[in-house]
């Protein structure tokens, strides 16, 4: 039984105190324990950002990678074994930004790996500037009279892409986040989780104030999961309130499915000594 | 050309089929037992432009193209008048008088001899479609040369293979239909470059690119990421080709970025990965290279060269770049980069390439040029019972266990730590593109940081006693020496051959590994040697200034072409001439 203390490494986070990075960090690792997954099984794959360190401080596998580039770095380990729990966790401005491109790639592309977005509208690590899912109007120092183009929205964006599990939890809601990372996990293909995430330093805006405000449950509403257009329309939402829980979630076969050569044994794990290759070369004659 | 050996250039626009012509003309050759070089010129377009395809045969070895061409076929009048100039004393033209009116006069000299092949007629005889014409032109070469006409339909049907029946059918009339008009007409006769047959060795044909890939499945790489670029698509295509027969996982990725990264992250995961790209799109994965040099992941990128900047001549063929591949990247870094000067050569070194990734935990370049990845050549079937998988200190699962305390990063005395991969119970580690400790655990001491740098750098010290010397080709007391690196290793092999018959004695230091730099011998070649020259085909002689800066010795002479064109070994002989009575 894996508990929460073989998760804990040698460093303590460095974010800033209040920070929206802490309860998701704390459900990862709750959804590990209850998922009960070895952690020399799990992989956990980050760009760069605040958020982006975090596979530093969950003792299992991990790569801080460069920034944008979380998704595409978990997409070749996870080719290259299919037998690994690969997470994957960065930024709004890491995936829905510099990163957006592979984004919208591998959900088309469904591979089994859950994408922990840490949302919080800003850029932190940086010292705020504007995001990709800053609220048109704001202003920041990158756009001190306001931003002028509307946001990404990844809810919308994902579903567009083909995603196959997709939904978005809130920080100051560890439980229902924890469940949301659990469910994506266990889910075969790709589950974006998009987390609202206070940032307390540079966010002035979109503060656990006002998401409190803001947010309901799905659950408690009589949204239909399996239905495409109902999702879409509820990934409209935003301002006075914002949805939060499961979007949409379809069975379709991965990426990994579809590839027999990995059926058996991963990649990672096959022979590579006195491959044969004379067949290969008569061709050639 | 001589006895015993043929230069046969095709040329028309793109559509035309002048590709697949000229591949089987290439292989008929090869299968008669005779060397073979070829060589494709093509503009970046889909159709119209001018595209030719060149094939040398020869009883002895054949190394480059060349600049004269004996039999010239026609498919246009652009074809005509762009290479006649290339024609040998007594050369011919086989064309289609029915479209291309063609006096003696026309040329400006009296030795060429004409044929005219009604192509189109034939083709549409044949009963297949117009564009067979190419195929017509193909059966008449072959009679040329006096080959049986069996030696086409057979190389036809393994060309054509997965195609129509019908398609296959209507080319081996139209062929047939084109060497029956020659031996008919017995314009062979006049002709007399009847090539024999010299049955008995069978030879690879292939390419660059094609040798690469081989190397690759060889190697053991079971991931390969990459986005289609001009010249090294082709490596994409074969690596597709095999992926299920040879357990491979083969990834057409949404852009350069993604196809390094994904290699980055099955090399962690612990699957040998490379990923292939020209220029521009090295352009875009150099930050990520420094992130496998950082993390300490093993990876193989292919670089085959063309043209620049940005888009350059997209299907031509240059030496450009190998000053930005050997500094891609922000930071000091260990990094290895392998040019092959040849189709074997890059069969080899890229199995090498994986051994030394594996083995020092680093990036691996491997430079080609379009020139190499897309020229095909005969070679004997590599040599393959030698080839050994090397993965250094890749922990199995008993030793990981054994070790105790694992640390990724471990300082050791050659500066190689030993590596886990994900799934290996007591391996756990973050990689990171930050600085960091032996855990792999963030870190920004300044003690840490310097010694971490050092131990990058101690692996690349104990590499350099591994990576083997430069070859020296020709005699030892030659009074000029050539220094060059990659594919100008075909046309100066040549260029010697033809340089001994003016007794002019020359050899040739060819630089393979780049990186690592053999700054030793060259330095004492440069002290030894009469006169020294660099071959390059850039503008600015990158190597040059690369011995100058790791020698601090200048080479006196520099031959460089820069067009977007090989150079003709004939141009290397002139320039030599040069130097030697001039310089």
């Given at each position: ?8 490494t040698?460093?303590?986070?460095n974010?800033?105190p ?10 990862l690792?709750?959804?590990i324990?209850e998922?009960?997954?070895?952690t020399h099984?799990?992989a956990i794959f980050s760009?760069?950002?605040c958020s982006?360190?975090?596979?530093h401080w969950v ?5 801080h990678?460069?920034h944008?580039r979380?998704?595409p770095?978990a997409?070749?380990?996870?080719l ?12 709004d401005?890491?995936g ?6 592979h984004?919208v790639?591998?959900m088309r592309?469904?591979l089994n790996?859950?994408y922990?977005?840490?949302n919080n509208?800003?850029y932190?690590?940086t010292?705020g500037q504007t ?8 202003a920041?120092?990158s756009?001190?009279?306001?931003v002028?183009?509307?946001p990404i ?12 599990y997709?939904?978005?939890?809130f920080s100051?809601e560890m439980?229902?986040l924890?469940?949301l990372?659990v469910?994506?996990v ?7 989780v998009d987390?609202l995430q206070p940032?307390v330093?540079f ?7 006002w998401?409190s405000?803001?947010v309901?449950?799905?659950e408690?509403t ?5 239905n495409?257009q109902?999702?879409?329309l509820k ?6 309130h914002?949805p939060?829980?499961?979007?949409y979630?379809?069975i379709?076969p991965t990426?990994?499915?579809?590839l027999q050569q990995?059926?058996?044994t991963p990649?990672?794990?096959?022979k590579i000594?006195?491959i044969?290759i004379g ?7 | 050309?001589?006895v015993?050996g043929?230069s046969w ?7 035309y ?9 290439s292989?008929v050759?090869?299968?008669a037992?005779?060397?073979?070089f070829?060589?494709?010129?093509y ?5 119209g432009g001018h595209?030719?395809y060149?094939?040398i045969?020869k009883?002895?070895e ?6 004269k061409v004996d ?10 008048d762009?290479?006649e100039?290339?024609?040998v ?6 064309y289609?008088g029915?479209?291309?009116s063609?006096i003696e006069e026309?040329?400006?000299r009296k030795?060429?001899r004409?044929?005219?092949?009604p192509?189109?007629?034939?083709a ?5 479609r117009r ?5 017509v032109?193909l ?8 080959f ?5 339909s057979s190389v036809?049907?393994d060309?054509?293979q997965g195609k ?9 009339k139209a062929a047939?239909?084109g060497?029956d008009?020659?031996k008919c007409?017995?314009?062979e006769k006049?002709?007399?470059r009847?090539l024999p047959?010299v049955d008995?060795k069978k030879?690879m ?8 890939g081989l190397?690759a499945?060889?190697a053991?790489?079971k991931f390969y990421s990459?986005y289609p670029?001009?010249p090294?698509s082709?490596?994409l295509?074969?690596m597709?080709?095999q992926?299920r ?7 057409h990725?949404e ?7 994904m ?10 990965a490379?990923t ?5 799109g090295?352009?875009?994965?150099s930050?990520?290279l420094g992130?496998?040099?950082?993390t300490?992941?093993p ?5 085959c060269q063309?043209?620049?900047?940005s888009t350059?001549l997209?299907t031509?063929?240059e ?7 050997l500094?891609?990247?922000q930071?000091?870094?260990p ?16 199995i090498e390439?994986?051994n030394?990734?594996e083995?020092?935990?680093?990036p691996?370049?491997l430079?080609?040029?379009?020139y190499?990845?897309?020229?095909h050549?005969?070679?004997?079937k590599?040599?393959?019972?030698e ?18 305390e694992f640390?990724?990063?471990?300082f050791?005395e050659?500066?190689i730590s ?6 290996q119970?007591?391996?756990?580690f973050?990689?990171t593109?930050?600085?960091h400790d032996?855990?792999?655990?963030l870190s ?6 310097t010694?971490m740098?050092?131990k990058?750098f101690r692996?690349?010290e104990?590499a350099k006693k591994?990576v083997p010397e ?5 005699p030892?007391d030659a ?10 290793k075909?046309?100066?092999k040549e260029?010697?051959r033809l ?11 060819q630089?393979?590994y780049?990186n690592?730099f053999?700054?030793d ?11 020294t ?7 600015t ?5 690369l011995i ?5 010795k200048e080479?006196?002479h520099k031959i460089?072409?820069?067009d977007?064109r090989?150079?003709?070994?004939t141009e ?5 001439r ?6």
């Amino acid at each position: 039984m894996v508990e929460l203390a073989d998760l804990k490494t040698v460093g303590q986070p460095n974010w800033c105190p209040g920070c929206g990075n802490f309860p998701i960090w704390h459900s990862l690792k709750k959804a590990i324990v209850e998922l009960n997954l070895k952690t020399h099984n799990v992989a956990i794959f980050s760009g760069i950002g605040c958020s982006s360190k975090m596979p530093h401080w969950v003792n299992t596998y991990g790569f801080h990678s460069i920034h944008g580039r979380p998704l595409p770095i978990a997409t070749g380990a996870r080719l290259a074994n299919n037998s690994l729990t690969v997470v994957a966790v960065g930024g709004d401005g890491d995936g829905y930004g510099i990163g957006v491109g592979h984004f919208v790639h591998a959900m088309r592309r469904n591979l089994n790996i859950a994408y922990i977005v840490t949302n919080n509208q800003v850029y932190g690590l940086t010292t705020g500037q504007t995001s990709p899912t800053s609220d048109k109007g704001y202003a920041t120092k990158s756009t001190p009279t306001g931003v002028i183009e509307m946001p990404i929205n990844p809810i919308a964006l994902a579903i567009a892409s083909g995603a196959t599990y997709i939904s978005r939890g809130f920080s100051k809601e560890m439980k229902h986040l924890t469940k949301l990372i659990v469910d994506g996990v266990r889910h075969n293909g790709f589950a974006l989780v998009d987390v609202l995430q206070p940032c307390v330093t540079f966010n002035r805006k979109n503060t656990y104030k006002w998401f409190s405000e803001r947010v309901y449950k799905l659950e408690e509403t009589n949204h239909d999961t399996t239905n495409k257009q109902a999702a879409f329309l509820k990934s409209l939402e935003w301002n006075d309130h914002i949805p939060i829980g499961l979007f949409y979630k379809e069975i379709r076969p991965t990426y990994e499915d579809e590839l027999q050569q990995i059926a058996e044994t991963p990649l990672a794990r096959q022979k590579i000594e006195d491959i044969n290759i004379g067949t290969l070369m008569t061709e050639f004659e | 050309m001589g006895v015993g050996g043929l230069s046969w250039k095709i040329g028309g626009g793109a559509g035309y089929g002048i590709m697949t012509t000229g591949f089987i003309f290439s292989k008929v050759c090869s299968r008669a037992g005779l060397h073979v070089f070829d060589h494709i010129e093509y503009p970046s377009l889909i159709r119209g432009g001018h595209n030719t395809y060149q094939v040398i045969a020869k009883v002895e070895e054949v190394f480059s193209h060349l600049k004269k061409v004996d039999l010239l076929v026609a498919l246009n009048r652009e074809t005509i008048d762009r290479h006649e100039d290339e024609l040998v004393l007594g050369g011919a033209i086989l064309y289609d008088g029915d479209k291309i009116s063609l006096i003696e006069e026309d040329l400006g000299r009296k030795d060429v001899r004409l044929y005219n092949v009604p192509l189109l007629r034939l083709a549409e005889e044949s009963g297949g479609r117009r564009i067979m014409m190419n195929s017509v032109a193909l059966g008449a070469s072959v009679a040329l040369i006096g080959f049986d006409f069996a030696r086409i339909s057979s190389v036809m049907r393994d060309v054509f293979q997965g195609k129509a029946r019908d398609t296959i059918d209507f080319n081996i009339k139209a062929a047939k239909l084109g060497y029956d008009y020659v031996k008919c007409k017995a314009i062979e006769k006049d002709f007399r470059r009847e090539l024999p047959e010299v049955d008995g060795k069978k030879r690879m044909l292939l390419t660059g690119n094609e040798a690469v890939g081989l190397g690759a499945v060889k190697a053991g790489c079971k991931f390969y990421s990459a986005y289609p670029m001009t010249p090294s698509s082709s490596i994409l295509h074969f690596m597709a080709a095999q992926e299920r027969s040879f357990g491979m996982v083969v990834k057409h990725t949404e852009d350069e970025i993604a196809a390094i990264n994904m290699a980055i992250g099955a090399g962690f995961a612990g699957a040998r990965a490379m990923t292939a790209t020209s220029g521009g799109g090295f352009s875009l994965m150099s930050e990520a290279l420094g992130l496998a040099a950082i993390t300490e992941t093993p990876i193989v990128v292919v670089v085959c060269q063309r043209p620049g900047p940005s888009t350059g001549l997209p299907t031509r063929t240059e030496q450009g770049d190998l000053k930005f591949i050997l500094h891609a990247s922000q930071g000091d870094f260990p990094r290895f980069v392998i040019a092959p000067g040849d189709v074997e050569e890059c069969f080899y070194r890229t199995i090498e390439a994986f051994n030394l990734a594996e083995k020092y935990q680093c990036p691996v370049i491997l430079l080609l040029d379009k020139y190499l990845s897309e020229s095909h050549k005969t070679a004997e079937k590599f040599e393959v019972s030698e080839i050994k998988i090397e993965r250094g200190s890749l922990l199995n699962d008993e030793e990981l266990e054994k070790i105790g305390e694992f640390k990724r990063y471990e300082f050791t005395e050659t500066g190689i730590s030993p590596r886990a991969i994900p799934s290996q119970e007591g391996g756990i580690f973050t990689a990171t593109g930050n600085e960091h400790d032996e855990t792999g655990y963030l870190s920004e001491d300044k003690t840490v940081r310097t010694r971490m740098m050092d131990k990058r750098f101690r692996k690349f010290e104990q590499a350099k006693k591994e990576v083997p010397e430069p070859e020296l080709f020709g005699p030892q007391d030659a009074e000029v020496t050539i220094i060059a690196w990659g594919s100008t290793k075909g046309p100066i092999k040549e260029a010697i051959r033809l340089l001994a018959h003016d007794e002019i004695r020359t050899n040739f230091l060819q630089i393979v590994y780049l990186n690592p730099f053999p700054a030793d011998i060259i330095s004492r070649t440069i002290d030894t040697s009469k006169k020294t020259v660099v071959v390059e085909n850039n503008k600015t002689a990158q190597l040059a200034n690369l011995i100058r800066e790791k020698t601090g010795k200048e080479v006196e002479h520099k031959i460089l072409k820069y067009d977007g064109r090989q150079f003709f070994p004939t141009e290397i002989c002139q320039m030599i001439r040069e130097v030697m009575y001039n310089g």
